[in-house]
C-alpha cells in the first residue's frame, strides 16, 4: 500500500532564505506525487506533481519539488521563502488505481519576516 | 459558483443524532471525492464517485456512514448516530475526468463536533 511520511511538523525559515520541506514514500509501481498547501480557514490547494520526466518539477508560486527515486524522496523547495509562504503543507501519493490520494501528517512552515 | 462548496462549515451535534453534509462540486467536474481530516493529520480518503455511480467507499469507516451523489452533480455525505470519534473536519474534491489524476479541487469543509 501507498505511504508518505513528512519527518518535521514544523520548518522554520527567516523570510529570503531558501526552504525545503521534506517527504519520503512508499509506493509501488511508478510513483505519482503530489504537493498541497492549505492556508488558515482555506481548502487545500494543489501545488505541483511528479508524473514521469525531469526529476525537478515546477509549480505555482515559485515553489519546485525535486524527486529522488534512490532516496524515496521529493522534497518541497523554493529558493526565497516569503511570509506568504506560511501555511501548512502536504505531501501525497495516488494509489495504483489512480484514484485515492494518500497524504501525509502535513508540515507547518513558518517564515519570519 | 467557481469553487467547491460545503455546507455547513460548522456543524455541533448531540451524540446519537444523524448529520448531513452537502457538497457542490465545480460545475462539469465529473468526480467527486470525500476526505476526513482529523486534528493533526492529512485527509483520509472516504469515497468518490464518477457521475452519480460510487466508485469507491473502501475508506468508509463502518455501515454508519453513506454518501450519495444521485444527479451527479451535488453529493451528500451521511453519518447516523453519531459518536464522539466521528468529530473531524469532512473535506469534499472535485476534479475533471481522468486527465489529471490526482489534481483535486478542494471545498473549505465542514467541521463536525460531536458532543
Known amino acids: 500500500a501507498q505511504s508518505v511520511a513528512q519527518p518535521e511538523d514544523q520548518v522554520n525559515v527567516a523570510e529570503g532564505n531558501p526552504l525545503t520541506v521534506k517527504c519520503t514514500y512508499s509506493?509501488?509501481?511508478?510513483?505519482?506525487l503530489f504537493w498541497y498547501v492549505q492556508y488558515p480557514n482555506r481548502g487545500l490547494q494543489f501545488l505541483l506533481k511528479y508524473i514521469t520526466g525531469d526529476n525537478l518539477v515546477k509549480g505555482s508560486y515559485g515553489f519546485e519539488a525535486e524527486f529522488n527515486k534512490s532516496q524515496t524522496s521529493f522534497h518541497l523547495k523554493k529558493p526565497s521563502a516569503l511570509v506568504s509562504d506560511s501555511a501548512l503543507y502536504f505531501c501525497a501519493a495516488l494509489n495504483t488505481g489512480f484514484q485515492k490520494l494518500v497524504f501525509g501528517t502535513g508540515t507547518r512552515l513558518l517564515v519570519s519576516p | 459558483g467557481a469553487g467547491v462548496s460545503q455546507s455547513p462549515r460548522y456543524k455541533v451535534t448531540k451524540r446519537g443524532q444523524d448529520v448531513a453534509l452537502r457538497c457542490d462540486p465545480i460545475?462539469?467536474?465529473?468526480?467527486l471525492y470525500w476526505y476526513r481530516q482529523a486534528l493533526g493529520q492529512g485527509p483520509e480518503f472516504l469515497t468518490y464517485?464518477?457521475?452519480?455511480?460510487?466508485?469507491?467507499k473502501s475508506g468508509l469507516p463502518n455501515d454508519r456512514f453513506s454518501a450519495e451523489r444521485p444527479e451527479g452533480s451535488i453529493s451528500t455525505l451521511t453519518i447516523q448516530r453519531t459518536e464522539q470519534r466521528d468529530s473531524a473536519m469532512y473535506r469534499c474534491?472535485?476534479?475533471?475526468?481522468?486527465?489529471?489524476?490526482?489534481?483535486?479541487?478542494f471545498g473549505e469543509g465542514s467541521r463536525l463536533t460531536v458532543l
Open positions: 474534491a472535485s476534479s475533471l475526468s481522468g486527465s489529471r489524476p490526482g489534481e483535486l479541487f
Open positions: 509506493v509501488s509501481g511508478n510513483p505519482y
Open positions: 460545475s462539469g467536474h465529473v468526480s
Open positions: 464517485f464518477n457521475y452519480e455511480a460510487q466508485q469507491d
